[in-house]
Nanobody, 126 residues
Framework: QVQLVESGGGLVQPGGSLRLSCAAS????????MGWFRQAPGKEREFVAA????????YYADSVQGRFTTSRENAENTLYLQMNNPRTDDTTVYYC???????????????????WGQGTQVTVSE
């Protein structure tokens, strides 16, 4: 069983920066991929970013491309989401997730992920 715990959320000003962390425990941090999703009240959970362990390829939603960067530290079993130049519409709860296998559903589809963290709130405001 994998446990994922997000941290680093909080209040940030538009144009500032914030780094989210996701600490994994329970078994080796070496499955297929991990991702970040976010969900606003009353809306569906949406894809933000993903990173493939083998090779480190990263993928981003169009809305965050060029502003957010995901990375991982294998030795620390930690996933990161660096949020630069956040906007007010980035305000919501962010979740990290892990998936064990490749293939369908695709990496941007939340149904492909097996484990989820509890989420961390990010508020972008003056």
């Amino acid at each position: 069983q994998v446990q994922l715990v997000e941290s680093g959320g909080g209040l940030v000003q538009p144009g500032g920066s914030l780094r989210l962390s996701c600490a994994a425990s329970g078994r080796p941090f070496s499955d297929y991929a991990m991702g970040w999703f976010r969900q606003a009240p009353g809306k569906e959970r949406e894809f933000v970013a993903a990173i493939i362990w083998r090779g480190g390829a990263t993928y981003y939603a169009d809305s965050v491309q060029g502003r957010f960067t995901t990375s991982r530290e294998n030795a620390e079993n930690t996933l990161y989401l660096q949020m630069n130049n956040p906007r007010t519409d980035d305000t919501t709860v962010y979740y990290c997730a892990e998936r064990s296998t490749s293939g369908l559903p695709g990496r941007m589809d939340l149904r492909g992920y097996d484990y989820w963290g509890q989420g961390t709130q990010v508020t972008v405001s003056e």
